[in-house]
C-alpha cells in the first residue's frame, strides 16, 4: 500500500504561481507513474502532469508552458509548480501513482489501480 500527502495549496491571484508537493510513503517504486489529477466542482477529474520513473512527462495542453512536473525519486516526493495561474485552474489537485503510461494518463485522465491522495485546494481569483 502507498499513502499520499498533498500539500501547497491555496489561494492567489490570476497570474500568481504555486507549488505542490506530494510526499509518498509505503510501497513505492521508482519505476511506478507520479501524477497530478483535478477535479473542479460540477466537472470530471482530468489528468494535469505525469512523470514516469524514467523521466517521460506529459501535460494536459491546458497546463502545457505554465506548469512544471518534477519527482525526486530518493525523497519519493513528487512537485508540481504552476505558474501564471488563471481562474480555471481553481480545482481539487490529487496525487496519484501507478503503473501506467503518462501520455495516457493526461490524454484519457485514467490511472487503473492507482493509489490516491486526499487533494489540496487551489483557488485562483481573477
Known amino acids: 500500500q502507498v499513502q499520499l500527502l498533498e500539500s501547497g495549496g491555496g489561494s492567489v491571484q490570476a497570474g500568481g504561481s504555486l507549488r505542490l508537493t506530494c510526499k509518498a510513503s509505503?510501497?513505492?517504486?521508482?519505476?511506478?507513474?507520479m501524477a497530478w489529477f483535478r477535479q473542479a466542482p460540477g466537472k470530471e477529474r482530468e489528468g494535469v502532469a505525469a512523470v514516469e520513473g524514467d523521466g517521460t512527462k506529459s501535460y494536459l495542453d491546458d497546463v502545457q508552458g505554465r506548469f512544471t512536473v518534477s519527482r525526486d525519486n530518493a525523497r519519493n516526493t513528487l512537485y508540481l509548480q504552476m505558474n501564471n495561474l488563471k481562474p480555471e485552474d481553481t480545482a481539487k489537485y490529487y496525487c496519484?501513482?501507478?503503473?501506467?503510461?503518462?501520455?495516457?494518463?493526461?490524454?484519457?485522465?485514467?490511472?487503473?489501480?492507482?493509489?490516491w491522495g486526499h487533494g489540496t485546494q487551489v483557488t485562483v481569483s481573477s
Open positions: 509505503g510501497y513505492m517504486y521508482d519505476s511506478y507513474t
Open positions: 496519484a501513482v501507478g503503473r501506467a503510461n503518462a501520455a495516457t494518463i493526461t490524454k484519457y485522465s485514467h490511472l487503473p489501480s492507482g493509489h
